[in-house]
């Protein structure tokens, strides 16, 4: 079941020239469109489907620097930073409240990592710590566990998912943006190897820069502009209760769940422990990207073979500018919630919290998100392909950095001085042959270089 996601009516007409297309409306393709537009750029963003109708409604609404990647912490930082601001610049309800995030620790392993997450958040000043028992008492009373401790971070937020985006995009076309939606880009044209336009089911839009920001369907554009993209999709799931006395007013993780208060008064509520990617054609061609990945997460991502591998074969991965193309063929995924995460995600929560015993479940959904090797985003320009750049591959995190993303995408496709260092999210890290560094490896390094925590 599809979340109900704020409505967006698409301008009539479709513009002759701009400077930028972007493609995709989730969240980092409109806080692309909204950051450059602010800039006085002429933008047009192109939704096959509706704003927001993919991922960007579907997750958490978590909006974290709790146990980043040590790579996107400095982004998230600044997304935050945007997300307090964001009602205020878009005139219009995001649903953005500042919470707190609590991540429970019920074993001593979970302390040890939560204590590697707390010393990396301390070297980009975060207020991100450690407390106790009695402190998490404080924070969320009634919990029927008796948690060893907890990393929290009482900065971090929430937002709503069906609201957010839609907001944002509303706030780029008050600045000037076209937002057409079901309006899928079939194909990029160029002049001299360099960008000059999109092709859309509607007519051409003549243009110097194209921004892909179109999550688990970036993969096969890129294919069609003779461009690698190592990027695989899993599949996370997420239920809403209704509105619910005496919940925890702080958004909260355990092993076995996940979960935030909504601005209605209900919980959404997930999952956490796994996530389920299905085997595809893509799943061989990346194989040896992703193994080191897959290899470590073995146990917190289940494969198995569905539907989707005959879908994939079937569907072209090459097809002409006056055909119809897939983008056209499926305007919004909406994948089957695997009803026994969400079983199990009740189940745990409630032996956590008692007063979720008394939960209605109003509706439970499934998205499908965009992963890379090292589960770090693509935010950057391509090489190969002047004028062209990515904003992709979030890994589950896009959301709460979709307002940073959008303007480190702004500055780089500006050519201007960017918000956070770029290099982490370049696209070159990801050619054929590098092997991917992953949290792993990153956070050892990181600490042993700073003097901080051990090798483990």
Same mark, same amino acid.
């Given at each position: 079941?599809?979340?109900?996601?704020?409505?967006?009516?698409?301008?009539?007409?479709?513009?002759?020239?701009?400077?930028?297309?972007?493609?995709?409306?989730?969240?980092?393709?409109?806080?692309?469109?909204?950051?450059?537009?602010?800039?006085?750029?002429?933008?047009?963003?192109?939704?096959?489907?509706?704003?927001?109708?993919?991922?960007?409604?579907?997750?958490?609404?978590?909006?974290?620097?709790?146990?980043?990647?040590?790579?996107?912490?400095?982004?998230?930082?600044?997304?935050?930073?945007?997300?307090?601001?964001?009602?205020?610049?878009?005139?219009?309800?995001?649903?953005?409240?500042?919470?707190?995030?609590?991540?429970?620790?019920?074993?001593?392993?979970?302390?040890?990592?939560?204590?590697?997450?707390?010393?990396?958040?301390?070297?980009?000043?975060?207020?991100?710590?450690?407390?106790?028992?009695?402190?998490?008492?404080?924070?969320?009373?009634?919990?029927?566990?008796?948690?060893?401790?907890?990393?929290?971070?009482?900065?971090?937020?929430?937002?709503?998912?069906?609201?957010?985006?839609?907001?944002?995009?509303?706030?780029?076309?008050?600045?000037?943006?076209?937002?057409?939606?079901?309006?899928?880009?079939?194909?990029?044209?160029?002049?001299?190897?360099?960008?000059?336009?999109?092709?859309?089911?509607?007519?051409?839009?003549?243009?110097?820069?194209?921004?892909?920001?179109?999550?688990?369907?970036?993969?096969?554009?890129?294919?069609?502009?003779?461009?690698?993209?190592?990027?695989?999709?899993?599949?996370?799931? #997420?239920?809403?209760?209704?509105?619910?006395?005496?919940?925890?007013?702080?958004?909260?993780?355990?092993?076995?769940?996940?979960?935030?208060?909504?601005?209605?008064?209900?919980?959404?509520?997930?999952?956490?422990?796994?996530?389920?990617?299905?085997?595809?054609?893509?799943?061989?061609?990346?194989?040896?990207?992703?193994?080191?990945?897959?290899?470590?997460?073995?146990?917190?991502?289940?494969?198995?073979?569905?539907?989707?591998?005959?879908?994939?074969?079937?569907?072209?991965?090459?097809?002409?500018?006056?055909? #119809?193309?897939?983008?056209?063929?499926?305007?919004?995924?909406?994948?089957?919630?695997i009803q026994s995460d969400m079983d199990a995600a009740l189940r745990n929560l409630r032996a956590a919290f008692p007063v979720f015993d008394k939960a209605e479940i109003v509706e439970s959904w499934g998205g499908l998100i965009d992963a890379t090797p090292?589960?770090?985003?693509?935010?950057?320009?391509?090489?190969?392909?002047?004028?062209?750049?990515?904003?992709?591959?979030?890994?589950?995190?896009?959301?709460?950095?979709?307002?940073?993303?959008?303007?480190?995408?702004?500055?780089?496709?500006?050519?201007?001085?960017? #918000? #956070?260092?770029?290099?982490?999210?370049?696209?070159?890290?990801?050619?054929?042959?590098?092997?991917?560094?992953?949290?792993?490896?990153?956070?050892?390094?990181?600490?042993?270089?700073?003097?901080?925590?051990?090798?483990?």
């Open positions: 079941m599809s979340p109900p996601v704020q409505k967006v009516v698409s301008n009539p007409q479709l513009p002759k020239k701009v400077d930028v297309v972007v493609i995709g409306g989730g969240i980092a393709g409109v806080s692309t469109a909204f950051f450059l537009a602010r800039r006085g750029i002429s933008v047009a963003l192109c939704e096959k489907g509706e704003i927001g109708a993919e991922q960007s409604s579907r997750n958490w609404g978590w909006c974290r620097t709790l146990s980043r990647d040590p790579r996107e912490l400095p982004l998230a930082i600044e997304s935050l930073r945007l997300w307090r601001q964001m009602n205020a610049m878009t005139g219009r309800e995001t649903g953005f409240r500042q919470c707190g995030i609590l991540s429970l620790c019920a074993t001593e392993a979970e302390m040890a990592d939560a204590r590697r997450a707390d010393d990396e958040a301390r070297l980009y000043q975060s207020d991100a710590r450690m407390i106790g028992p009695e402190a998490i008492q404080a924070l969320v009373p009634g919990t029927d566990r008796p948690w060893i401790g907890a990393h929290f971070a009482p900065s971090d937020g929430r937002a709503e998912p069906a609201l957010a985006a839609p907001a944002i995009a509303e706030g780029a076309r008050d600045a000037g943006a076209c937002i057409l939606t079901g309006c899928a880009v079939r194909g990029v044209e160029t002049k001299a190897g360099a960008v000059s336009g999109v092709v859309t089911e509607k007519g051409t839009i003549a243009c110097q820069s194209v921004v892909l920001a179109g999550g688990v369907w970036s993969r096969l554009m890129c294919h069609s502009l003779g461009l690698r993209l190592p990027q695989l999709n899993v599949q996370g799931n #997420v239920m809403r209760t209704a509105p619910l006395e005496g919940g925890p007013e702080v958004s909260v993780r355990g092993r076995g769940f996940g979960l935030r208060k909504r601005l209605d008064g209900g919980y959404n509520i997930a999952y956490g422990l796994s996530n389920e990617a299905q085997i595809v054609p893509d799943s061989f061609r990346y194989l040896f990207d992703f193994l080191p990945r897959l290899m470590i997460e073995r146990k917190s991502i289940r494969l198995r073979i569905g539907k989707r591998f005959l879908q994939e074969v079937l569907d072209a991965r090459k097809w002409g500018m006056d055909e #119809v193309s897939p983008f056209e063929r499926t305007r919004i995924l909406d994948p089957k919630v090292d589960a770090v985003p693509v935010i950057s320009a391509v090489d190969e392909l002047p004028g062209f750049f990515l904003s992709t591959g979030y890994s589950g995190h896009g959301f709460g950095i979709g307002p940073g993303a959008g303007r480190l995408t702004a500055d780089i496709v500006m050519g201007a001085p960017t #918000v #956070v260092d770029p290099a982490p999210f370049s696209f070159n890290r990801l050619r054929k042959g590098s092997k991917p560094v992953l949290k792993q490896d990153l956070r050892r390094n990181s600490l042993q270089s700073q003097g901080i925590g051990g090798a483990n």
